[in-house]
């Protein structure tokens, strides 16, 4: 079984589209939960109203930023959540075409030593779409792997938020870090202190991109 969680501060536009794409979705969802850390009473009432009646709604009692937000929602998976998968996406992501999460849940139960595994979006930044795409930024960056049942790339170079696949027990296991750049010091530490660690990215070199990034700004700050 697999929960779906989705980190929101404030975008009901992004948000409501996020939504909407997840229809490209299939596998075993069946918790659903929105992560409000918009210290906004208004956005919480209205994500009650809108969403309250098909997703858990758990909102933080302030502003606490990208490190504080991922913070709360991880204790909240260790806290309330048994699923042995959780897919964790932003408000300002949408799915641009089928996903099957029983696939790639099937490639981290194979693969213990994988920590995540990631869907690729368009390119971003300047060098991304200089190159053509996130992984032909840096090609050398993954190795291209397969089994008879999927394929991925692999590598060790960062830990993404983005939308991904991960267990739970990883979760049960690792803490966030506190802080500004939290994401980029949680892939040092982890690939630090786990050497055989690996992350994924779902799909073939050739296979592209899996979501678009629509939000000018990461949710929160200072991650």
Not at 191 to 201: D, I, K, L, T, V
Not at 216 to 222: A, D, H, L, T
Request: one cysteine or more.
């Amino acid at each position: 079984m697999i929960t779906l969680v989705v980190m929101t501060d404030g975008r009901r536009d992004c948000l409501t589209r996020s939504i909407e794409s997840m229809t490209n979705l299939s596998g075993p969802i069946s918790v659903r939960m929105i992560h409000d850390d918009s210290g906004d009473v208004d956005y919480t009432e209205w994500l009650w109203d809108t969403f309250g009646d098909r997703w858990t709604i758990h909102s933080t009692d302030h502003r606490s930023g990208f490190a504080g937000a991922y913070r709360s929602m991880w204790k909240w998976i260790r806290d309330h959540d048994r699923n042995p998968y959780v897919l964790s996406t932003e408000d300002d992501f949408v799915f641009t075409r089928p996903v099957n999460l029983a696939d790639m849940a099937g490639v981290l139960r194979r693969n213990p030593y994988l920590v995540q595994m990631a869907l690729r979006r368009q390119a971003w930044n300047a060098e991304e779409r200089a190159a053509g795409g996130v992984v032909e930024a840096h090609p050398d960056w993954y190795a291209a792997t397969a089994d008879p049942e999927a394929q991925w790339l692999e590598h060790r170079a960062f830990w993404t938020t983005n939308p991904h696949l991960v267990r739970h027990s990883f979760i049960a296991s690792h803490d966030w870090p506190k802080g500004r750049n939290s994401e980029g010091r949680f892939a040092l530490n982890l690939y630090r202190s786990e050497p055989n660690a690996r992350a994924g990215y779902w799909g073939s070199r050739e296979s592209g991109e899996w979501v678009e990034h629509i939000g000018e700004q990461r949710v929160g700050n200072g991650y």
